[in-house]
């Protein structure tokens, strides 16, 4: 059996490219939500302006969330093995399902455009994710060759090349929903944004390379459909068009 691991401070090459990518999308989700409260209040009689103290205290939450979801990444990073027998690839790390793939089901093994590997199974759920990090990078490559051909995947697929517009309309979608009275504008931001959500529900809970702590963190998604749906119909069955 031959181990690989991720080479010292691998952490390090990525986190820059982490937070340049979740920073953005958290602080425009902060500021979507405040701008749906503070549009809503507006419609509300004696209201009193919280916004002094939820501005400060969401930026910090906001903080808080980023500095332990980047300290779990590293723990996650640093505890990941990829182990080849002479029939198996098995994939170990912390907190997430292990993935093990027969050499003959096989199905392709690309090469990324960032230089991680991807090994496709027959079930679509089998995918090891192999990072750019990889200890004795060019000997796995070599290995990986030797048990199935490597496809240079240069293009980016549409997920990966409008990830950041994926990321925004949900935001904005959800803004759509809450600040908006027109009935067909509502119904149909309302429906795009349950579609999304339910989609992105399901995947996170098929995706066998997320750890145990984010598949629980799903289930609040299913507490926002709710609110969704509760604001969908009050609009929808009220009186204004």
């Known amino acids: ?8 401070g691998g952490f390090n090459a ?8 979740t920073i953005p999308l958290m602080l425009i989700a902060v500021i979507v939500g405040i701008l749906i409260s503070t549009i809503n209040s507006k419609n ?8 002094p103290f939820i501005i ?16 779990r990444q590293k723990s996650l990073l640093d505890s990941y093995t990829l182990n080849i ?16 793939i027969y050499f003959s089901d ?21 995918i090891i994710v192999v990072p750019a990090q990889i200890d004795n990078y060019a000997q796995l490559e070599s290995l990986l060759n030797d048990i199935h051909q490597v496809t240079n995947k240069a293009a980016a697929s549409f997920k990966e090349k409008y990830q950041v517009l994926i990321g925004l309309l949900a935001p904005g979608l959800m803004f759509v929903v809450y600040t ?10 309302g429906t795009a944004l349950l579609g999304l959500m339910t989609w992105s ?6 995706n066998k390379n997320l750890d145990s702590k984010t598949k629980r963190i799903s289930w609040w998604i299913l507490l926002v459909l709710a609110s969704v749906i509760t604001a969908m119909i009050t609009k929808l069955t009220g009186g204004s068009k």
């Open 56 to 71: 400060p205290f969401a930026f910090l939450a906001v903080g808080f969330g980023i500095y332990r979801g980047v300290n």
């Open 201 to 206: 529900f399901i995947k996170i809970r098929q």
């Open 44 to 51: 509300q009689a004696n209201n009193v302006n919280i916004l």
């Open 1 to 8: 059996m031959q181990n690989f691991s991720i080479r010292p």
């Open 180 to 189: 908006v009275s027109n009935k067909v504008v509502v119904g149909l931001a």
């Open 14 to 21: 990525i986190r820059k490219q982490m937070l340049i990518r």
């Open 106 to 126: 096989i199905r392709e093994i690309a090469k990324l455009k960032n230089g991680s590997f991807l090994i496709k199974g027959k079930d679509p759920s089998d």
């Open 85 to 100: 027998t002479n029939n198996l690839i098995i994939r170990e790390q912390l907190n997430t399902p292990t993935i093990s």
